[in-house]
C-alpha cells in the first residue's frame, strides 16, 4: 500500500512546521509550501529527513491559483496520492477598520480565505481517486480536508475584523463543502484556534500578553506542537464527523 501523503501550507513556521513534524512522525509523507522563507523551509527539510520522511516544500504564493495547481499536481506526482489537505496559511492584522487600506483587506482576505478554496478546488479530484484504491471498505473515508481557523471567526475581535471575517468565512466554507463533500466520503472540519503561541501573536507586549492570558480559563497559551497533535487526530476521525468548527482555544468561549 502506498504510504499516506499530507499537504500543508503555510508550513515554514508555527502550526504548519508542527503539523510538517507530527505527520511526518506518523508515518505520513509531506508536502508543504510558504511563500518566501526558503531557509526555514531549508531547516525543516532537515528535520524531516533526519525522522526519514519523504517530502516536497516549494516556495510560492498561495494565493496565486496557478501556483496551488502547481503544487498538488507535484505532491501527487511525487507521492502518488494525497490523503489530508490543512489549509493552515494565514496572516494577521491589526488595527482599526478604517485605517485599513484596500490593498491590506484584499492581501488578507487572499491568503487567508481564497487559497483555502483553491486548495480544496485542486484537491478534491485527487482525494477522489482514493475511491478507486483495492481494499477500502464502505465505511472508510476518502481523504481529509482540515482548515485551521479562528475562534475570531466565531465571535469576531475589536481591532481584528477583516481577520475575523475571514476566517468566518474559512468556517462557512468548511460546513458548505462538507455537505457538498460527504456523500464522496471527504470529511472537512476546521479547527478554531484560540490563542496559540506562534509568531503571530509574539506582535503583543508582555503586558498585552498577560491580559490576554488571563481571560483564557486554561491560563496559558497553547502551544503549536498541541494545535498540530489536534489536527492529526481530527485527520484519524470517522468521516462522519464533518462539517465541524471545533474550537480549540482553553475554553476562551
Known amino acids: 500500500m502506498l504510504q499516506k501523503s499530507v499537504l500543508i501550507t503555510g508550513v515554514s513556521r508555527g502550526i504548519g512546521r508542527a503539523c510538517a513534524l507530527t505527520f ?22 532537515e528535520e524531516l529527513s533526519a525522522i526519514g520522511t519523504p517530502h516536497l516544500l516549494l516556495t510560492g504564493d498561495i494565493a496565486e491559483p496557478a501556483f496551488v495547481a502547481d503544487l498538488l499536481s507535484q505532491t501527487v506526482a511525487r507521492f502518488a496520492r494525497l490523503d489530508v489537505l490543512i489549509n493552515n496559511a494565514g496572516i494577521s492584522h491589526i488595527g482599526l477598520l478604517t485605517e485599513m487600506t484596500d490593498e491590506q483587506w484584499s492581501r488578507l482576505l487572499s491568503v487567508n480565505l481564497s487559497s483555502a478554496f483553491y486548495c480544496c478546488r485542486s484537491a478534491i479530484p485527487y482525494l477522489l481517486k482514493n475511491r478507486d484504491q483495492n481494499g477500502l471498505a464502505p465505511e472508510d473515508g476518502c481523504g481529509t480536508i482540515l482548515n485551521v481557523s479562528s475562534v475570531w471567526g466565531c465571535s469576531g475581535a475589536s481591532c481584528e475584523a477583516a481577520y475575523s471575517a475571514s476566517k468566518a468565512g474559512l468556517n462557512a466554507l468548511t460546513q458548505a463543502l462538507a455537505k457538498e463533500l460527504a456523500p464522496s466520503r471527504i470529511s472537512v472540519n476546521a479547527l478554531a484556534c484560540g490563542v496559540i503561541d506562534t509568531d503571530m501573536n509574539r506582535c503583543f507586549s508582555e503586558e498585552e500578553r498577560a491580559c490576554l492570558r488571563e481571560e483564557i480559563p486554561a491560563d496559558r497559551f497553547a502551544s503549536p506542537e498541541e494545535a498540530a497533535k489536534a489536527l492529526l487526530l481530527l485527520s484519524k476521525m470517522p468521516t462522519y464527523l464533518t462539517g465541524q468548527v471545533i474550537r480549540f482555544d482553553g475554553g476562551l468561549l
Open 24 to 45: 511526518a512522525r506518523a508515518g505520513y509523507a509531506v508536502a508543504g509550501c510558504c511563500e518566501s522563507r526558503a531557509d526555514l523551509l531549508d531547516s525543516l527539510a
